[in-house]
């Protein structure tokens, strides 16, 4: 998979593509990370990415010829990090992982000509309800969350255990030692039965799920067996209470 990322400060991405999974992944030519610097593509003397409104207002505008100019190097989905979009999930990192090519556009100042989103961008993203300096750091977030599910950059039952990828909070994790000043794991995972281990780590994502983010809960599907744990669950907070 290529991502391209059209960028006013490229060496943001120095480290980012040289660390951790990032960096194994492009190594082992799972995936491309192009960093385009869009000044590159300022054709005139003072290589000027950006000026001011129509209208007038705070703050300045990137201008719509670079970036036409550097679109018309790369093909695929073209995406724009932007608080007016829909919140990225992983859901939409799944979809996106599956393209051959896609092309994240990093915006800065008051953002960009409105031309470009409407005659080249496929898809605004947000990454939260806040507003950052520039769209630098949503592309990193979404190209660590894409890569993961790219074939072969990790296991895929890796990620398929992941918080939100089956619509729940991941279950909790324990390593060694198993008992560390009295602070002990939960006896079923070292039981040696895979049954009650699985059943266990589904009732407590159900559990964290319904705690922390009940609102994944609303439209869900439940299996026959997530409707056993959800109804003893239930009773249990009825008794709390």
């Known amino acids: 998979m290529k991502i391209n990322i059209i960028t006013l400060f490229p060496e943001f991405f120095d480290n980012f593509k040289k ?25 005139d003397k003072h290589k000027q990415a950006d000026d001011m409104a129509f ?3 705070p703050g300045m505008v990137m201008k719509l010829e670079p970036i036409f100019n550097a679109l018309e190097t790369v093909t695929g989905k073209v995406i724009y990090p932007s608080p007016q979009g829909p919140v990225f999930t992983q859901k939409l990192a799944l979809d996106l992982s599956i ?8 915006g800065h ?4 000509d409105e031309r470009v989103i409407e ?5 605004e993203i947000s990454i939260g309800d806040y507003v950052l300096t520039g769209g630098e750091i949503p592309a990193m977030v979404m190209c660590d ?4 599910m790219v074939p072969g950059v990790i296991k895929k039952e890796s990620y ?5 990828f089956d619509g729940l909070l991941d279950h909790p994790h324990y390593t060694r030692p198993s008992d560390f000043k009295g602070l002990k794991i939960p006896e079923v995972l070292i039981s040696g039965h895979h049954k009650n281990i699985d059943n266990w780590r589904l009732e407590q994502s159900l559990k964290r799920t319904m705690e922390r983010r009940p609102e994944l809960l609303e439209n869900r599907e439940f299996t026959k067996e997530e409707k056993k744990i959800m109804e003893k669950l239930e009773k249990k907070l009825l008794n709390q209470n």
């Open 119 to 123: 005659e080249k961008v496929d898809l």
């Open 19 to 43: 660390e951790s999974i990032i960096g194994r992944a492009i190594e082992s030519q799972k995936i491309e990370i192009n960093i385009i610097n869009l000044r590159d593509f300022c054709y």
């Open 99 to 106: 393209e051959k090519e896609i092309t994240i556009l990093c």
């Open 109 to 112: 100042y008051e953002g960009i």
């Open 160 to 164: 398929e255990n992941d918080s939100f």
């Open 55 to 57: 209208g007038g207002g």
């Open 145 to 148: 969350v894409i890569a993961r």
